[in-house]
């Protein structure tokens, strides 16, 4: 036996398939291999088939954590969301991965429950695992967060509003033209007598910028509101029908704004414990165009946030940025929002 022949590595640690299995089933080398899934144009197609079936029938998977170690994109790109308890937020957070499935890249999602000091931990933690890229939700955000992003260079986009940080791309809706245009909705049916469910707005901006379209709706028509009027709530619809059910008991409006969806599914179920008919005795409107808003009874009138389109744009957006070479000019991109009329408004008899 020759002892100084070369060892050949067939498996790599642990057991798993490594680039030298693939590479003997295909019948290329390693090199070859490695450009397959490294620099995939410069392999010829037949020869990339042949890799790609060898690696499924090997069970072989990229390290692409030893490829981030020396530099490289690592494929991983983060998104750090408000909460993954909002169906709108799950229809983002579904289109932005299908998008980034098609560019061979996947996600690392995580949430910070409206808390921006947990945020700032969360991009840390993500800047730690060498992620590509990663996309934040609005544009009030900790100074630390944006200045570990902006230090390392790491490509940044925003998401939901359609203006953000200075200097990050953007790409969302205009959350106070969405709140006015409802608003304005019931003000042509008539009524007067609005009440505003709103969550805590002080580090939420896109509630913060939809409250603020509510009351210039309002002011614009000569209706101011009242104190007793202007409820907060957060985003719970257990919290939402209890709140409603006391306003209800005890001089109720003739309609309701809500600062989301699942704030006006909870006035809904609140009214119709009471007894209280929608939209004959009163009106009811969200924000949103949740999945379950067309099918609750009465089907529900709001606003249609573009959540599948930003999600599906940002992505496209931070895949650019990591294929561009050169800087470029940073644009924020609006994606407009449409009132959905349904059957929980009417015009105001009182």
Known sequence: MNSTAPKRRSRSRKGAPGILDVAARAGVSGAT???CFNSRET???QTRERVEKAARELGYIRDRTAGALHGKMSGTVGLVVPTIDNAIFSELIE???NELHLHDRTMIIASHNYDLMREVSIVRSLLERRIDGIALVGRDHDIAAVEML???GVPVVAL???TGVPGIPTIGTNNYQSAFDITQHLIDLKHRDIALLFPDTHSNDRARDRKQGVLSALRATGITLSEHRDYQCEYDMASAKH???DVLRDNPPTAFVCGNDVIAHGVIHGAI????RIPEEVSVVGIGDFRGSAAIEPPLTTVRLPARRIGQSAAKILIEQLNRTDASEV???TIPSHVIVRESTAMNTR
């Open 273 to 276: 414990r009471l007894g209280i």
């Open 43 to 45: 392999v010829r197609p």
């Open 150 to 152: 902006k230090v390392r």
């Open 160 to 162: 939901w509003n359609s």
């Open 95 to 97: 289109a932005f991965s």
């Open 243 to 245: 709140l409603a059910m």
């Open 331 to 333: 644009c924020d991109t």
């Open 33 to 35: 291999v490695s450009r």
